[in-house]
């Protein structure tokens, strides 16, 4: 299936699941992963605390509660540190994770941010790049959309898209 791209909130799609750019504790944070414990609700960050955590590059799986999804895919992207330290690698293991959640819990759609493009620092191209290679690679038949919270991050998601990123 294309991979859809749209500039929104990601914590008002009502999809089979969302991801969120979460931090090693699950227990939310800053930029998406606050937002979407916000508009979750308490229920997200008690099943969250049950969890344990979850290592860079790892997702683990949790109920929506009160967001339109049905599900929210946690992942941990990595911090850049200068390209050196297996930072690619690591953000295409939290695609590849997070769709096998995906495929393994029978679902049909899913939404990705950008993950680790903000705080964590990771090139936006770059990161645009990785992320559509490794959907491309693993989505198999799920409906994927890429979520851009701005219209640089959404231009950056189509041109890696239409392969005008290399």
Same mark, same amino acid.
């Given at each position: 299936?294309?991979?859809?791209?749209?500039?929104?909130?990601?914590?008002?799609?009502?999809?089979?699941?969302?991801?969120? !750019?979460?931090?090693?504790?699950?227990?939310?944070?800053?930029?998406?992963?606050? +937002?979407?414990?916000? !508009? +979750? %609700?308490?229920?997200?960050?008690?099943?969250?605390?049950?969890?344990?955590?979850?290592?860079?590059?790892?997702?683990?799986?949790? +109920? $929506?509660?009160?967001?339109?999804?049905?599900?929210?895919?946690?992942?941990? %992207?990595?911090?850049?540190?200068?390209?050196?330290?297996?930072?690619?690698?690591?953000? +295409?293991?939290?695609?590849?994770?997070?769709? !096998?959640?995906?495929?393994?819990? $029978?679902?049909?759609?899913? !939404?990705?941010?950008?993950?680790?493009?903000?705080?964590?620092?990771?090139?936006?191209?770059?990161?645009?790049?990785?992320?559509?290679?490794?959907?491309?690679?693993? =989505?198999?038949?799920?409906?994927?959309?890429?979520?851009?919270?701005?219209?640089?991050?959404?231009?950056?998601?189509? =041109? =890696?898209?239409?392969?005008?990123?290399?």
């Amino acid at each position: 299936m294309p991979i859809a791209t749209l500039q929104g909130d990601i914590t008002r799609l009502a999809m089979d699941a969302i991801v969120n !750019a979460a931090n090693r504790t699950l227990l939310g944070g800053g930029g998406v992963d606050g +937002a979407i414990h916000r !508009a +979750a %609700g308490p229920g997200l960050l008690a099943e969250c605390r049950l969890l344990g955590g979850c290592p860079t590059g790892e997702a683990r799986i949790t +109920a $929506g509660y009160d967001l339109p999804a049905r599900h929210v895919i946690h992942t941990v %992207g990595p911090v850049w540190q200068g390209g050196g330290a297996g930072e690619d690698d690591l953000l +295409a293991r939290c695609y590849r994770n997070s769709l !096998a959640l995906a495929h393994a819990h $029978g679902l049909a759609s899913i !939404a990705f941010p950008a993950i680790s493009t903000g705080i964590y620092g990771f090139p936006a191209a770059r990161a645009a790049l990785i992320a559509v290679e490794t959907i491309e690679a693993h =989505a198999g038949l799920l409906d994927v959309t890429l979520v851009a919270f701005d219209r640089a991050s959404l231009t950056t998601l189509d =041109a =890696a898209l239409d392969g005008s990123v290399r």
